[in-house]
């Protein structure tokens, strides 16, 4: 079974690692990153490499032969940064859904700064500081202990405080909620777009475009409101 585990994890880590790297390959092209999706998507890639890596290092606390030092490591810092960067990616995936949906809009100034290569270098300082900063209580709380079982052994947990355990749901809650949010909206604003454009060329009304459009795409919609109902 561990060794199944082992090996279906370090499949997954290694495809993602390769379609990782040619996307960093593919934007680090100056002319590719003329857009802020270009540098979302550059961003992107790299702090999903590193988690992938974060999480295939994960994969040593398996090992029996494993000593306290290695042991603390992994589950103090490497399991700490793995959750870290896998929340820094749910969130800049779902802003370049917001951004390429601001795309499909004619030149409005909100939007323009919106959409602004100055902006998307804040909004992505933003989201990553404040993804830090609501783990850390995570980081702090990880302790690795004596497995009460195996001698020798050591089991990684983490222990909250009731007021801590409070507020670390209400962090998963919004980990869930707003990037979920954000697609939601985005698909609101492609499908807006679309709608627009046909009612004006077809001559018809907006909304009538609007429910054809959703009858068309509806299905964007599941993932993320099944996602925020689980909530």
């Not at 032969?65 to 399991?79: A, D, E, G, H, R």
Request: overall charge positive; some cysteine; proline content about 2%.
């Amino acid at each position: 079974m561990t060794f199944a585990y082992a090996f279906s994890v370090t499949v997954m880590v290694a495809v993602g690692f390769a379609s990782n790297i040619f996307s960093i390959d593919t934007f680090r092209h100056v002319q590719l990153r003329q857009t802020t999706v270009g540098i979302h998507l550059l961003v992107y890639s790299c702090c999903s490499l590193f988690g992938l890596l974060m999480l295939e290092c994960r994969l040593f606390q398996l090992l029996d032969s494993l000593t306290y030092i290695p042991f603390f490591i992994i589950c103090n810092v490497v399991s700490g940064l793995a959750s870290i960067f896998t929340r820094i990616c749910l969130w800049i995936n779902e802003l370049i859904a917001l951004q390429r949906s601001l795309h499909s809009f004619e030149h409005i100034p909100l939007l323009n700064n919106i959409r602004s290569r100055a902006a998307a270098s804040k909004q992505l300082l933003v989201i990553i500081i404040c993804i830090f900063l609501m783990h850390v209580h995570e980081l702090i709380c990880r302790v690795t202990l004596p497995d009460p079982v195996a001698e020798g052994k050591f089991v990684c947990q983490i222990k909250y405080s009731t007021e801590l355990l409070t507020l670390n749901t209400i962090f998963i809650f919004l980990h869930l909620f707003v990037p979920f949010s954000l697609n939601i909206l985005a698909n609101c604003l492609i499908m807006a777009s679309i709608s627009h454009r046909r009612a004006t060329l077809h001559q018809t009304t907006y909304w009538s475009q609007w429910l054809k459009q959703f009858r068309r795409h509806g299905h964007l919609f599941l993932a993320s409101t099944l996602a925020m109902l689980e909530c």
